[in-house]
């Protein structure tokens, strides 16, 4: 591996002058030296749509870091390089994030959040048309990169020209919607998904919750765990009242904004859906979150990222049926107003705090 680095090390053309076209060749030519032969491959194909050639111009200016995967992790993936070229670009972008800031990530249970380059909308539905975001965390034997419910490792480091290369054992998997992600039992959050597939929110019955939230910009569902569905005795009672659940579940989302936990810190507040204030507080057993100081519930998985916001698990149910719908909707609409506002951060999301939450 170390014989790896100092090939693409070694392969650092002139940076000054050189079209996209030259600075792609050379990255082809450096990853094929250094035997990510797959990702190189791929890489060659970019000139071939106008979408990937603007990745790849994207790519010769700035400050960035590349997560390559290894030709392991390629054969192990059931990916397919070659069936679709748009569907390359959008897996290379997810690859690639705004930046070069991972040695200066603090160590789990933190965790750091940055841009990536995918901000394809039938991919991505995040407020501003913010790019979607990658998650990654330290650990005794350096980054690992948490995706999809498993944990990528980096297996090795080095660069080219303007690139922090990271080479990664597994091929990085592009967040899925809301509901594809809820009811992956790999976060143990399918009574959460059912309950919420089975509340009707239109008059016709046609529309569940569930279909609700996968659709605007900037959604974060606190998804309390199966074992803290099971034992809130209240969830049975509210069954046959669906406005009190609509306004149950609305207190365990945040409309219009996507939280991370690094802003977890204390004196954050949100306001939920259902108009409810959302209080977050820390200390040595974890991170926690209250709907108007109804009940605290721990945050035990946090940064699960969806296509159109992020989920945290916790493990109580928010017992809160209030509903401020002026609060609510004043929460939205300056949520929108800010979000029409942003620049795409070339650093982390956020700013990690002393204790977060866990994988």
Request: glycine share 6%; aromatic share 8%.
């Amino acid at each position: 591996m170390l014989f790896a680095s100092l090939v693409l090390l070694t392969l650092l053309p002139a940076v000054f002058g050189q079209s996209w076209q030259q600075y792609l060749d050379g990255l082809v030519q450096a990853l094929n030296a250094g035997g990510y032969t797959t990702l190189a491959s791929a890489s060659a194909a970019l000139n071939i749509t106008s979408d990937g050639q603007r990745l790849a111009q994207s790519l010769s200016t700035g400050n960035w870091t590349l997560f390559v995967p290894n030709n392991q992790a390629f054969t192990s993936s059931p990916i397919n390089l070659t069936s679709d070229p748009t569907y390359v670009r959008n897996l290379l972008s997810y690859h690639v994030v705004h930046g070069n800031f991972t040695d200066q990530s603090p160590p789990y249970p933190n965790i750091t959040l940055g841009r990536t380059l995918l901000n394809d909308s039938s991919l991505v539905r995040l407020e501003g048309n913010e790019p979607q975001v990658l998650a990654w965390s330290k650990g005794n034997n350096g980054i690992f990169v948490l995706n999809n419910g498993t944990i990528v490792s980096v297996v090795n480091k080095t660069a080219y020209q303007n690139l922090q290369v990271l080479v990664i054992d597994s091929v990085l998997k592009i967040p899925q919607s809301l509901s594809d992600t809820i009811t992956n039992s790999t976060y143990d959050i399918t009574s959460v998904a059912g309950a919420l597939s089975s509340i009707n929110v239109t008059a016709d019955n046609s529309t569940t919750l569930l279909n609700l939230l996968n659709f605007p910009r900037g959604i974060t569902l606190f998804a309390p765990n199966n074992s803290a569905f099971a034992a809130a005795n209240c969830i049975s009672g509210l069954l046959p009242n669906n406005t009190a659940l609509v306004a149950l579940f609305g207190n365990h989302v945040i409309n219009g904004t996507t939280v991370y936990s690094p802003s977890f810190t204390n004196g954050n507040h949100y306001t939920s859906a259902s108009g409810e204030p959302f209080t977050f507080k820390s200390n040595s057993s974890g991170v926690y979150v209250s709907s108007a100081g109804s009940n605290w519930a721990r945050i035990m998985r946090s940064d699960v990222l969806t296509s159109n916001g992020v989920v945290h698990v916790i493990d109580s149910v928010l017992l809160d049926t209030k509903v401020n719908a002026s609060a609510a909707i004043s929460a939205y609409q300056s949520a929108t107003s800010v979000a029409a506002s942003m620049s795409i951060l070339t650093g982390p999301v956020g700013v990690a705090p002393s204790t977060s939450a866990g994988r």
